[in-house]
């Protein structure tokens, strides 16, 4: 009886950080946009776009838009655009804009317009011609 009331308070101790953590916003040094293409066959390509925080000139009023030179990340067949670890944070860091594109078939782009799943291992040739 005590071994379980003492793993039932280590479950609530670890569930009470967790929200703590949970709650904080971590304030990360970029921005991100989420990016949906539908193509002419209605298959949904999904791709996020992060790009370095503008550091803000509190003297200046002008409202420049700042732009980045940006990185086209394509993962490889059987991958996907999270796979690629710290890489998309080095490059923001350098002053880069980071486009990682999940491909046809592969993580969040595994769905058409109708919410069907469409998973790579299964196309048809046709469907890679696409």
Do not use: C
Request: a positive charge.
């Amino acid at each position: 009886m005590l071994k379980k009331s003492f793993i039932l308070f280590l479950i609530f101790i670890m569930t009470t950080i967790g929200a703590f953590a949970a709650g904080k916003k971590s304030k990360a040094p970029f921005k991100t946009k989420q990016i949906e293409v539908e193509t002419k066959d209605h298959f949904m390509i999904r791709a996020t776009l992060a790009y370095p925080k503008s550091k803000k000139n509190k003297n200046s009023k002008s409202k420049k838009k700042v732009h980045y030179p940006t990185v086209v990340l394509l993962h490889s067949l059987g991958y996907t655009s999270g796979q690629w670890g710290n890489l998309p944070i080095m490059l923001i860091n350098q002053g880069y804009a980071v486009l990682s594109v999940d491909l046809r078939g592969h993580g969040v782009s595994n769905k058409d317009a109708k919410f069907k799943i469409h998973s790579w291992p299964y196309f048809k040739y046709k469907m890679f011609e696409h």
